[in-house]
């Protein structure tokens, strides 16, 4: 079985970077450690840090801890979330992406400058919970076409656009038209104000999985169920290549997906570890 894996599948820096952070804090003998949600969107590394006694907490349990070290993962939070750690004296590490920063800071400088913010995004994700955690005036958030086109913002704002740094490419340049070409009341939508704030590393992802896809007869996307950029990497390859699989780990790979196929593409998410992306690769190169 041919098979051709993606150069650009597994861990993003700003991933890397806060799964370092936490095993190095082990490693150092620091207890207890808490993450504010799970440190990345993998159960295998989030099992892995629960038996070494790591504790992953929700927003709402903060509250309940009043000694250890709180983890503040590479999503990123609001800023309501800094004002109740600096309250509580816990201490903190913050290890959320550089990209994500980026965003926190444009957000609360362009609505505090009085404009409206357009998100692109997920709503339910925490990363864009965050950014929305910014801003300091109005803000929307958009997920899909219909959202876009039925948008009605307040009169008399300018907007300023982002976008959730995993969010699909193609998806926001679709969405971009789509506002550009609606005509507001009194309202302007400058150029200079759209900002494509998609990590470059998510950008590359998506354009090799798409060409890879595009190429093979079956494609095998790996990554964690609740990691929104691999489930944009599945609809991604899903398009260009009907016989696309999710999976999770070599268990999760059956002969059925690959009658009738010489040529296997593999990519994964940006919470994927490479061992396991180097167990699927050997899997599939032994077993089918």
Not at 73 to 99: M, N, Q, W
Not at 156 to 161: A, H, I, L, P, T
Request: net charge negative; hydrophobic share 35%; with cysteine.
């Amino acid at each position: 079985m041919k098979v051709k894996t993606a150069e650009t599948a597994g861990f993003c820096f700003g991933v890397k970077r806060a799964v370092d952070k936490v095993y190095q804090l082990i490693g150092d003998g620091v207890s207890p450690i808490y993450t504010l949600g799970p440190i990345i969107h993998n159960e295998e590394v989030v099992a892995d840090l629960e038996k070494k006694g790591v504790r992953a907490i929700t927003e709402e349990e903060l509250d309940e801890i009043h000694k250890g070290t709180v983890v503040i993962r590479s999503h990123g939070v609001g800023k309501e979330i800094y004002d109740r750690l600096k309250a509580s004296g816990l201490s903190c590490v913050d290890v959320t992406c550089p990209f994500v920063l980026k965003i926190h800071r444009i957000v609360e400088r362009e609505s505090g400058a009085g404009k409206h913010i357009i998100i692109f995004g997920d709503p339910s994700h925490p990363e864009v919970r965050g950014i929305c955690g910014w801003c300091r005036g109005d803000f929307t958030v958009l997920s899909s076409r219909k959202e876009t086109e039925e948008f009605s913002p307040p009169p008399g704002r300018e907007f300023c656009v982002v976008s959730q740094t995993t969010f699909n490419y193609n998806k926001f340049k679709e969405l971009v038209e789509i506002l550009s070409k609606k005509r507001y009341d009194n309202n302007v939508l400058n150029i200079n104000n759209i900002l494509n704030t998609i990590c470059n590393a998510t950008e590359e992802r998506q354009k090799e999985a798409k060409t890879i896809a595009g190429e093979v007869d079956t494609m095998l996307v790996i990554g964690g169920r609740h990691s929104s950029n691999t489930q944009k990497l599945f609809e991604i390859c899903k398009e260009e290549c009907g016989n696309t699989y999710y999976i999770q780990t070599p268990v999760d790979l059956d002969s059925e997906m690959f009658h009738h196929s010489s040529y296997v593409g593999i990519t994964a998410g940006a919470s994927t570890p490479k061992k396991i992306i180097e167990e699927v690769q050997e899997h599939v190169r032994i077993k089918f």
